[in-house]
């Protein structure tokens, strides 16, 4: 017989979660104002809102902190992770910065300027934010079959490089400080990009004379991806498929929260000596001094093991194959979500199971507080409160989908969990023809609302 599937970890170490029953939690979320992001954790039985920073760190990781070296200037544990994003990355140069926003806050002080243009694959909210905040536009060259939920294609989280060329065509280089290729394709679904792809942006990045980023968040994510679905790269490691990756890119931006399985840190990682030194004075001004960044001693040691255990096949088939199992489990109750299964989260479509429920009325967070109202597992929101208002118009967006984005923690869950997750939302699934009313919005900021907003039952 086939062995089944099992975990490549046993557990240390438990932490205490608690049950609620559904009237404490329909007043606890009423007291959060409909937001998610307002409940205390102590109110979640699972956690789904994001897998940035809520991974388990390994008893390796434990002991790299306690020999953390908290010199200023020239720490050991500055050293080990250099060493470490050589390894795995072929970058030579980097900044530490105290987590993926960071990085990218310290990268575009020195390369964005007003009315630049930045084509990309559904560039992230806070890359995004950074772009929009700098009086920038970011534009989205993202495969139209990703806004197909049922298409099921390897890589959907591939950019359209025929739309990518138009924007090259149509600015001067000046105007472009650079692509930003996401991998994976969190805001698609947590879908790969495929080395073709990768090959592709970057033969027009060269032909332009621009620059390619990559926000890496889930590059090792991304990784296996290739290494299962692509031709040719079923024999290569992970790493080995990452130094490929990246030796297309000239800079990459890392938030360490998501495939590097620490709690809190990132870097801006360089190609070349000049793009480091003029990123220097932003990561001195806004994060601390260039061998520390954002991070202490214990936290750059703590990453430099998580960029290995991150790159290591066993971990990642654990992984994603936990996400997979959380997919088929859904299948077998009818509900749809982003086809194929992602990296690190389920994406449903709501908008295909809340059809009563009016677009204004924001349908993806209205599903969000049912699953939470139902079983206690908190998702989050990746449709039109997420897409925020347009920086010209101030108008609403609506995007073509509406997704409940479930993400996994690393390394935190068990199978089991899955299983009580995908029963709660099959709950929610039989009763939706009578949800028939979402929530309106009483309280916003001006950028990044989906955070903070208030709302209303409509
Ligand atoms: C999380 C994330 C970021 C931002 O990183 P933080 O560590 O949350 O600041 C940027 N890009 C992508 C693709 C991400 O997933």
Redesign the pocket.
């Known amino acids: 017989m086939e062995l089944p599937f099992a975990e490549s970890y046993k557990i240390k170490m438990v932490e205490t979660i608690r049950k609620s029953t559904r009237e404490e939690r329909e007043k606890w979320i009423k007291e959060a104002h409909y937001n998610l992001f307002n409940l205390k954790s102590d109110y979640v039985f699972i956690d789904l809102l994001t897998d940035?920073?809520t991974g388990a760190m390994s008893d390796k990781q434990w002991g790299a902190m306690m020999e953390g070296d908290e010199s200023y200037a020239g720490a050991r544990s500055y050293y080990n992770l250099k060493n470490s994003i050589k390894d795995v990355t072929g970058f030579d140069y980097f900044l530490p910065t105290h987590?993926?926003?960071?990085a990218?806050n310290v990268l575009f002080s020195s390369i964005i300027k007003e009315g630049d243009v930045l084509p990309g694959n559904s560039h992230?909210d806070?890359?995004k934010g950074h772009i929009e905040f700098r009086k920038a536009h970011a534009v989205d060259c993202t495969i139209a079959e990703a806004k197909d939920t049922t298409a099921e294609i390897p890589f959907k989280g591939n950019i359209d490089l025929t739309l990518l060329e138009d924007v090259l065509k149509k600015y001067p280089k000046e105007k472009i400080p650079c692509i930003v290729l996401?991998v994976t394709n969190?805001t698609a679904g947590g879908q790969p990009v495929s080395m073709e792809n990768i090959k592709g942006v970057s033969a027009l990045a060269k032909q332009y004379g621009v620059k390619l980023l990559f926000?890496s968040?889930?590059f090792a994510e991304n990784a296996y991806f290739i290494k299962t679905r692509e031709k040719g790269y079923q024999d290569k490691s992970i790493v080995e498929i990452c130094n490929e990756m990246f030796s297309h890119a000239d800079f990459m931006?890392m938030?360490?929260?998501?495939d590097a399985i620490v709690n809190m840190g990132?870097f801006v990682a360089f190609r070349n000596e000049k793009d480091w030194e003029a990123c220097q004075m932003y990561n001195i001004m806004f994060e601390g001094f260039i061998t520390y960044g954002g991070m202490s001693g214990r936290d750059m040691n703590a990453l430099a093991q998580g960029l290995k255990e991150g790159t290591d096949f066993n971990y990642l088939e654990t992984r994603i194959g936990q996400v997979a199992y959380l997919g088929k489990k859904l299948d077998e109750y009818g509900i749809p979500y982003q086809r194929p299964a992602g990296g690190h989260a389920i994406f449903v479509d709501a908008k295909k199971i809340l059809t009563n429920v009016p677009k204004e009325q924001f349908v993806a967070q209205t599903l969000g507080i049912e699953l939470y109202i139902e079983g206690g597992v908190r998702g989050v929101e990746i449709g039109a409160l997420l897409a925020d208002r347009d920086p010209d118009t101030r108008e609403n967006r609506y995007p073509a989908l509406e997704l409940l984005r479930l993400a996994i923690p690393r390394r935190v869950y068990t199978n089991n969990h899955m299983d009580y997750i995908a029963a709660a939302l099959k709950n929610v699934y039989d009763r939706r023809e009578s949800i028939t009313k979402g929530y309106v919005i009483k309280k916003e900021l001006p950028i990044m609302r989906h955070f903070t907003v208030e709302l209303d039952k409509a």
């Open positions: 940035s920073g987590q993926g926003r960071a990218e992230f806070t890359t996401t969190n926000d968040a889930r931006t938030s360490s929260k998501k990132g």
